[in-house]
Nanobody, 115 residues
Framework: QVQLVESGGGLVQPGGSLRLSCAASRFTFSTYHMSWYRQAPGKERELVTTITSAGNTNYADSVKGRFTISRDNAKNMAYLQMNSVKPEDTAVYYC?????????WGQGTQVTVSS
């Protein structure tokens, strides 16, 4: 069974940093585009960032310059480095994989930005 398992969430102070990880298994990771989505309380799930199978990246305007997505195909891992976090970054963060024929979601990890 395909698995995407997020880790690294937690409580962080405004201006701090956090690194999320997504461990993938049972699919050909290197051929999939990987994304991070987030969903804040009472809001719809939104796309934060994507890294394609070729390594190209794009970011939502709200996180551009602060967040960095990366992948390690040898380890079947995707990462989200979050710097200069703000209270509005508080959300459940989800890992997402797709090759357009199939798509998979992780279970999510909570990130709370508060002093």
């Amino acid at each position: 069974q395909v698995q995407l398992v997020e880790s690294g969430g937690g409580l962080v102070q405004p201006g701090g940093s956090l690194r999320l990880s997504c461990a993938a298994s049972r699919f050909t990771f290197s051929t999939y585009h990987m994304s991070w989505y987030r969903q804040a309380p009472g809001k719809e799930r939104e796309l934060v960032t994507t890294i394609t199978s070729a390594g190209n990246t794009n970011y939502a305007d709200s996180v551009k310059g602060r967040f960095t997505i990366s992948r390690d195909n040898a380890k079947n891992m995707a990462y989200l480095q979050m710097n200069s976090v703000k209270p509005e970054d508080t959300a459940v963060y989800y890992c997402y994989a797709t090759d357009y024929a199939r798509r998979y979601w992780g279970q999510g990890t909570q990130v709370t930005v508060s002093s």
